[in-house]
């Protein structure tokens, strides 16, 4: 942002300008209206075309029915499971992210004085930039094969989880970073034990902030397909027994687009249209709570 | 600005006091290892692939499933086609949109274009994907026809290197333009105006007195999205075709290392072939690690002394 001054120079001396400097302004300017016009483009193609191709096979069955009720031609069916599996496997996404992501921003704000922080800071960060499938193959390893789990909603919300964690701590360290240092102080002064300070002074104070966060992780990992390959597995009929193969959402519509099937292409579109409307939704639903602050 | 925070006297707090930091130093470690844990996990499953082909697993090109040969070297270098040929794409155009927003346009303007770029950012990696199979393949198909058969190749089936880091860059394009505009909105505006101040056009403001201050962070942004292209996966994997070698040219089918792993691990019967793809995780995660370091020591040494 320029401030009005700067651009009152700026006009001032355009009037002497040499005509090659000002052809490589205008001409740099054409060129950043033109790039920023190339990135919003594909934006809006990838909503028309998801939007067209999502809601023309979208029907109340999509949400009644599962994909195990697909017939041969494909008229019956849903993505029920999906939606399904994928709820289950957020809830349990959500236990541990919240648990862990939370306790550890606590850690690096409210215990800055503890000789772990560094190295804790440092492995948030490393987290952040590891990539999802990564974190699958891992929870395939350990807990599939390792613990003998099998493929199961438990380990694909486990993933889902620990791809969260490095998200929550992040954003909730950002919010406890705001809390005043002097409302802490007060709690200090008038004898409360740290923890009571943290617990009913601290965390109600930024809540909303937290809140905000926590559902923006949500949405981020609820379009996770990757992890739930080597995890949840897939599943086309419906559980609500999360030791069972379950599907996701984004896992369905990955297999369905492979499907030779028009009638599983059509779902696949709808599938990636409501999972697209949630993550809207959440984000939305995530302004507003950070605005009520 | 660090404020120690005074210890409560001794009494009935301490102990719950005690405890409580118990708990949150426990959950703090659980991040503290698991970056390790996740190495750990990986190598041990991953072990018998490295055995077995020694160096060659990286360095070797012979990927042949059914007479049991792993050599992921295609892999590998599929993931750096795919992902600088995303980056070469993708960093003028973020660029150009980040000076848009930060620079350029008006409130009432800067503000919707920098929430549809940071809409773009939610879209899940499969959305993208569909988006890539059924529209963006089509799309380009005549395109990639006619540049194959001016150049001499053979013909293009769609599905292939362009495809893959065509969609990449799309995906990659938020990430970097929301972390430019961020450091360009970081540059004083002292710097702007002495700029301007001495005659400068905005251009050569831009170019001589903002782009070189947030030269830094716009790079550590570049190098993240690097590290954000070279582990997507499914988006990858829906459009650059999974073949198990080389490409031959820029529009042929190949794989990269995530989408090897996505694509091959349903029909992975034996233990060598589920461990070669483990190890092949674990290759990605060495150089996921790696990338992001690299990011963090280049924002480190080249941001300008006296930055807020």
């Given at each position: 942002?320029?401030?009005?001054?700067?651009?009152?120079?700026?006009?001032?001396?355009?009037?002497?300008?040499?005509?090659?400097?000002?052809?490589?302004?205008?001409?740099?300017?054409?060129?950043?209206?033109?790039?920023?016009?190339?990135?919003?483009?594909?934006?809006?193609?990838?909503?028309?075309?998801?939007?067209?191709?999502?809601?023309?096979?979208?029907?109340?069955?999509?949400?009644?029915?599962?994909?195990?009720?697909?017939?041969?031609?494909?008229?019956?069916?849903?993505?029920?499971n999906?939606?399904v599996g994928?709820?289950m496997m957020?809830?349990v996404?959500?236990?541990?992210?919240?648990?862990?992501?939370?306790?550890?921003?606590?850690?690096?704000?409210?215990?800055?004085?503890?000789?772990?922080?560094?190295?804790?800071?440092?492995?948030?960060?490393?987290?952040?930039?590891?990539?999802?499938?990564?974190?699958?193959?891992?929870?395939?390893?350990?807990?599939?094969?390792?613990?003998?789990?099998g493929y199961s909603g438990i380990?694909g919300g486990?993933?889902?989880?620990?791809?969260?964690?490095?998200?929550?701590?992040?954003?909730?360290?950002?919010?406890?970073?705001?809390?005043?240092?002097?409302?802490?102080?007060?709690?200090?002064?008038?004898?409360?034990?740290?923890?009571?300070?943290?617990?009913?002074?601290?965390?109600?104070?930024?809540?909303?902030?937290?809140?905000?966060?926590?559902?923006?992780?949500?949405?981020?990992?609820?379009?996770?397909?990757?992890?739930?390959?080597?995890?949840a597995?897939?599943n086309?009929f419906l559980t609500w027994d999360p030791t069972q193969k379950m599907?996701?959402?984004?896992?369905?519509?990955?297999?369905?687009?492979?499907?030779?099937?028009?009638?599983?292409?059509?779902?696949?579109?709808?599938?990636?249209?409501?999972?697209?409307?949630?993550?809207?939704?959440?984000?939305?639903?995530?302004?507003?709570?950070?605005?009520?602050? | 600005?660090?404020?120690?925070?005074?210890?409560?006297?001794?009494?009935?707090?301490?102990?719950?006091?005690?405890?409580?930091?118990?708990?949150?130093?426990?959950?703090?470690?659980?991040?503290?290892?698991?970056?390790?844990?996740?190495?750990?996990?990986?190598?041990?499953?991953?072990?018998?692939?490295?055995?077995?082909?020694?160096?060659?697993?990286?360095?070797?090109?012979?990927?042949?499933?059914?007479?049991?040969?792993?050599?992921?070297?295609?892999?590998?270098?599929?993931?750096?086609?795919?992902?600088?040929?995303?980056?070469?794409?993708?960093?003028?155009?973020?660029?150009?949109?980040?000076?848009?927003?930060?620079?350029?346009?008006?409130?009432?303007?800067?503000?919707?274009?920098?929430?549809?770029?940071?809409?773009?950012?939610?879209?899940?990696?499969?959305?993208?994907?569909?988006?890539?199979?059924?529209?963006?393949?089509?799309?380009?198909?005549?395109?990639?026809?006619?540049?194959?058969?001016?150049?001499?190749?053979?013909?293009?089936?769609?599905?292939?290197?362009?495809?893959?880091?065509?969609?990449?860059?799309?995906?990659?394009?938020?990430?970097?333009?929301?972390?430019?505009?961020?450091?360009?909105?970081?540059?004083?505006?002292?710097?702007?105006?002495?700029?301007?101040?001495?005659?400068?056009?905005?251009?050569?403001?831009?170019?001589?007195?903002?782009?070189?201050?947030?030269?830094?962070?716009?790079?550590?942004?570049?190098?993240?999205?690097?590290?954000?292209?070279?582990?997507?996966?499914?988006?990858?994997?829906?459009?650059?075709?999974?073949?198990?070698?080389?490409?031959?040219?820029?529009?042929?089918?190949?794989?990269?290392?995530?989408?090897?792993?996505?694509?091959?691990?349903?029909?992975?019967?034996?233990?060598?072939?589920?461990?070669?793809?483990?190890?092949?995780?674990?290759?990605?995660?060495?150089?996921?690690?790696?990338?992001?370091?690299?990011?963090?020591?280049?924002?480190?040494?080249?941001?300008?002394?006296?930055?807020?």
């Open positions: 942002m320029v401030t009005r001054a700067s651009q009152n120079i700026q006009v001032g001396i355009s009037k002497t300008l040499s005509p090659a400097r000002r052809a490589q302004n205008a001409l740099a300017m054409v060129l950043v209206a033109l790039g920023t016009l190339l990135v919003l483009v594909p934006l809006f193609l990838i909503l028309k075309d998801l939007f067209v191709k999502g809601f023309s096979s979208l029907n109340l069955q999509f949400f009644t029915q599962s994909q195990s009720e697909i017939t041969f031609l494909g008229s019956a069916g849903g993505f029920l999906a939606i994928s709820v957020l809830a996404a959500l236990v541990i992210g919240v648990i862990i992501g939370i306790g550890t921003a606590i850690f690096l704000t409210e215990y800055r004085e503890h000789r772990l922080v560094p190295s804790v800071r440092l492995m948030g960060d490393v987290l952040t930039g590891m990539p999802a499938i990564v974190v699958g193959l891992v929870i395939y390893g350990l807990v599939v094969r390792g613990l003998g789990f380990a486990l993933s889902l989880g620990l791809i969260m964690i490095p998200v929550i701590v992040r954003a909730t360290e950002e919010v406890l970073k705001l809390v005043p240092q002097t409302l802490r102080e007060a709690g200090l002064a008038l004898g409360l034990p740290r923890w009571k300070v943290i617990m009913n002074i601290v965390l109600p104070t930024a809540r909303s902030g937290i809140i905000t966060g926590v559902i923006l992780a949500v949405a981020r990992v609820s379009g996770e397909a990757a992890p739930l390959i080597f995890t597995f897939g086309s599907s996701g959402l984004p896992l369905a519509v990955y297999r369905s687009a492979f499907e030779p099937s028009e009638a599983a292409v059509a779902r696949a579109w709808s599938g990636a249209l409501v999972l697209v409307l949630a993550i809207l939704v959440a984000s939305l639903v995530a302004r507003f709570a950070a605005r009520k602050r | 600005m660090k404020a120690t925070i005074p210890q409560p006297r001794r009494g009935s707090g301490s102990r719950a006091d005690a405890r409580f930091q118990a708990v949150i130093v426990a959950l703090a470690s659980i991040v503290l290892v698991t970056a390790l844990a996740y190495s750990v996990v990986l190598l041990l499953n991953g072990a018998s692939a490295f055995g077995r082909e020694g160096l060659g697993f990286v360095f070797g090109s012979n990927w042949d499933p059914a007479n049991g040969h792993f050599q992921a070297f295609p892999f590998i270098a599929g993931t750096f086609f795919t992902a600088i040929g995303a980056l070469v794409i993708a960093v003028p155009l973020a660029l150009a949109a980040s000076l848009f927003i930060a620079e350029y346009a008006p409130d009432w303007l800067a503000n919707p274009v920098a929430y549809l770029i940071e809409l773009l950012a939610a879209i899940p990696s499969v959305v993208y994907g569909l988006w890539g199979i059924f529209v963006l393949i089509p799309a380009t198909l005549p395109f990639q026809k006619w540049l194959a058969s001016s150049l001499g190749w053979s013909a293009p089936i769609g599905p292939g290197l362009f495809s893959a880091m065509l969609l990449l860059a799309v995906m990659i394009i938020p990430f970097i333009a929301a972390i430019s505009r961020d450091v360009i909105k970081l540059v004083p505006n002292d710097q702007r105006e002495a700029a301007f101040a001495l005659g400068a056009t905005k251009w050569e403001v831009i170019r001589y007195a903002v782009l070189p201050y947030a030269r830094a962070g716009i790079l550590g942004g570049v190098i993240l999205g690097l590290g954000r292209a070279i582990g997507e996966t499914l988006a990858v994997t829906m459009v650059i075709g999974n073949a198990n070698r080389f490409p031959q040219n820029l529009l042929s089918p190949t794989a990269t290392m995530s989408s090897i792993i996505a694509s091959n691990f349903g029909e992975a019967s034996s233990p060598e072939f589920v461990s070669s793809l483990i190890g092949i995780g674990f290759v990605l995660l060495v150089v996921a690690l790696v990338v992001n370091f690299l990011a963090r020591i280049v924002i480190a040494r080249l941001t300008p002394q006296g930055t807020v």
